[in-house]
């Protein structure tokens, strides 16, 4: 007894150090963010005159890009569900809108909530239902996930109003008064107040209110958050539709700006993600301010750099969010980047090994189907097939990453089109095929090695959004400069030639890249059985307890990127050479969005290390030159089937597991109590007679 005095004094001293380091944590946060906003206001103060109206012009798009990245982060705060389809259900939204108004001719106020119901009530039920499934998945499922509902609404939009930009006229007043010199229209000051308003009083919300208390500790346990008579379902459904709320009212005010274009939304809403990263993906008040930020530099860059000769330096402005977006997650300290429900994700089954001689047999059997396909298939869909073959490889490489070693990838395609300039500037110069061929994937190398540098500290979800914005930053960065495909986004290409074989023609192209594809393959398989394809599974199954076995993880991280690196840029040249031309193109095959699809594509098509990128490659390739896949309503409409399928396979596993749970939990709560149920198991009945 006469400890407890001591203990109490003990555990008082303990509660009043950690008050004053929680404190002294909110003191220097609070410190840094007003010394932030001293210097903001200084530099807006000693702006020039003449840059004033780009500071009105940033601070309106900067507040319609803060709505859809306050509904990025609400979302993952409360389910652990990056939503990679922010910008296609912005798009969606405007769409609505716009059918509603000028097509229905419903008054705007009308057409603006029916699109606010579909898209933010209804569309967020549907993303509730696979939050919950997913919410105990790996976080590649979670990537694939949300991928397959992008795929799905871009083909849906897409299909249904054109790939052309939709003109949109306004619909808030338009008229303007001047501040201070500076022409402000009342619609900048009306989405400025509803961003300010909205940030604000989410705010408090979050703070101050039992839901918004709930749904902040809905995604680590919401068994726990149910103790407290709280229904987790109802919290998170609040969380949904508020989320993607925001995200529709986003689309709708900036179809006005920039018209109607789904792939254009696309890409604008990777702003959203640069804001949400500088945020934390967690604060909403820094997110509020990181988007107003972006806004006003891309503004400001806008009117510095103009009439620049340099492209480069003239549209510089545009890869503000991709920059923030990369500077954001490789400098911000990584305990700053919380895992949502990491605590309760279950890991996938491991990859059954299939024998060596059904393997051998298998490969065999492979082999000289394809050394017979010339004579089996058309002329004219020969190309196809060594298109895939090129496809394959590189969706060999991206199953090395995923599958074997874990880690997540959203630019493979941006290595194969390094591969594939590489292969035409050495051929420029003079250099032998093969070499040109080798030096494509080598110059992939480094690349591989710079996406591997957010694996040292990343992992999950922030790895694979730290992929994706080191391929959207190539692309719109550096495809258009001298060292790619230069200012006319295009690069030639020739096939090999050797005297006395015809290796140039379609079937000679064809089987050399058979049997590159075959050398990939063989390549793939002995780094599996080797002592790096053991790390690389180690790496997968739990980096924690390979670095106890005194592993470097970091040095196989970037093994396993540089030569995913390498074999996707081998494919690239592959690819470039059907043709005898490579574009950067965005809808050509190189573009942003394959990175992502084939990403999709590679999920529903098993975990198999050789046999699944050869399936892969044929669906999302060769197939739609057959019937009924070449039918023009069928390709229209062919990423509504990959995102289904890629739903698909990343919930139905999920929901089986929550199925059998459920039902495990249901037979309890109908039959006997679980000690009496376990003392009969336990103990036979013949005793107690």
Request: glycine share 10%.
């Amino acid at each position: 007894m006469r400890g407890l005095p001591t203990m109490s004094v003990q555990v008082r001293s303990a509660a009043v150090r950690s008050a004053a380091a929680g404190w002294s944590r909110w003191s220097t946060r609070r410190a840094v963010v007003g010394s932030s906003l001293v210097v903001l206001v200084l530099v807006l103060v000693l702006l020039p005159s003449r840059i004033w109206p780009f500071v009105v012009d940033g601070i309106s798009d900067g507040s319609i890009y803060s709505l859809a990245a306050i509904g990025l982060v609400l979302t993952y705060k409360t389910s652990g569900i990056f939503n990679f389809a922010i910008g296609a259900q912005a798009a969606a939204s405007a769409y609505l809108f716009y059918t509603f108004r000028d097509t229905e001719h419903w008054p705007w106020p009308i057409a603006a909530i029916g699109a606010l119901l579909v898209v933010g009530v209804v569309g967020s039920a549907v993303l509730e239902r696979i939050a919950f499934w997913l919410s105990d998945a790996p976080p590649i499922m979670r990537v694939v996930a949300t991928i397959g509902m992008l795929v799905l609404i871009q083909s849906v939009l897409t299909g249904a109003y054109g790939q052309a930009t939709i003109p949109f006229k306004a619909f808030l007043p338009t008229g303007a008064f001047h501040i201070g010199g500076v022409a402000v229209s009342a619609s900048q000051i009306i989405v400025t107040v509803l961003a300010v308003a909205a940030t604000a009083g989410l705010y408090v919300f979050f703070k101050t209110h039992r839901v918004g208390v709930a749904m902040q500790a809905l995604v680590d346990d919401p068994d726990l958050l149910a103790l407290e008579a709280t229904n987790p379902v109802i919290i998170r459904r609040y969380a949904w539709a508020i989320g993607s709320s925001f995200v529709s009212i986003s689309g709708m005010l900036i179809a006005p700006l920039l018209g109607i274009d789904v792939d254009q939304m696309l890409l604008l809403y990777i702003t959203a993600f640069g804001a949400a990263a500088l945020g934390f993906f967690s604060s909403l008040p820094i997110t509020f301010g990181a988007a107003i930020g972006i806004g006003i530099a891309m503004n400001v860059m806008s009117y510095g750099f103009a009439g620049q000769s340099i492209t480069l330096v003239s549209e510089l402005y545009t890869q503000v969010p991709f920059i923030t977006l990369a500077l954001a997650l490789l400098f911000i300290p990584r305990r700053r980047f919380v895992e949502r429900g990491e605590r309760r994700v279950r890991r996938l089954p491991p990859i059954r090994p299939i024998p060596s001689e059904m393997m051998v047999s298998g490969g065999v059997a492979a082999v000289v189907i394809a050394l017979l396909l010339p004579a089996l298939v058309g002329q004219a869909d020969l190309n196809q097939y060594t298109t895939g073959l090129g496809f394959a490889i590189v969706l060999g490489s991206l199953g090395l990453l995923l599958w074997t070693s874990g880690q997540i990838s959203l630019c493979q395609m941006a290595f194969a089109a390094v591969g594939a300039t590489t292969f035409a500037h050495a051929e420029h110069a003079g250099l032998p095929w093969a070499i040109a061929l080798l030096l494509g994937g080598l110059i992939a190398v480094p690349i591989g090695a710079l996406a591997a540098i957010p694996s040292f500290r990343l992992s999950g979800i922030y790895l694979a959004v730290a992929t994706f914005g080191l391929g959207l930053l190539l692309q719109n960065l550096v495809y258009t400069t001298f060292v790619m495909f230069g200012s006319e986004d295009f690069q030639t290409v020739t096939r090999p030639s050797l005297p006395g074989l015809h290796l140039s023609t379609d079937e000679g192209y064809f089987y050399v890249s058979l049997a590159v594809a075959v050398l990939c393959a063989a390549a793939i398989v002995v780094i599996r059985r080797t002592r790096l394809g053991r790390l690389l599974r180690g790496l997968a199954d739990s980096p924690a307890a390979l670095e106890a076995h005194a592993a470097n993880t970091r040095v196989t991280r970037l093994y396993v990127f540089c030569i995913a690196a390498f074999m996707a840029g081998i494919g690239g040249a592959i690819i470039s050479g059907v043709t005898r031309n490579a574009s950067g193109q965005t809808t050509g095959a190189f573009g942003y969005f394959n990175s992502i699809a084939i990403v999709a594509v590679l999920a529903f098509c098993w975990r198999r290390p050789i046999l699944s990128p050869l399936v892969a490659a044929f669906v999302f390739e060769v197939i739609k030159i057959y019937k009924p896949f070449n039918d023009s309503l069928v390709l229209k409409y062919e990423g509504v089937a990959f995102g289904l399928l890629a739903l698909g396979v990343a919930v139905f596993p999920a929901i089986r597991v929550h199925t059998r749970a459920e039902g495990e939990r249901t037979s309890l709560r109908l039959g006997e109590s679980p000690v009496a149920s376990r003392r009969t198991r336990l103990v036979p009945t013949e005793v107690f007679r």
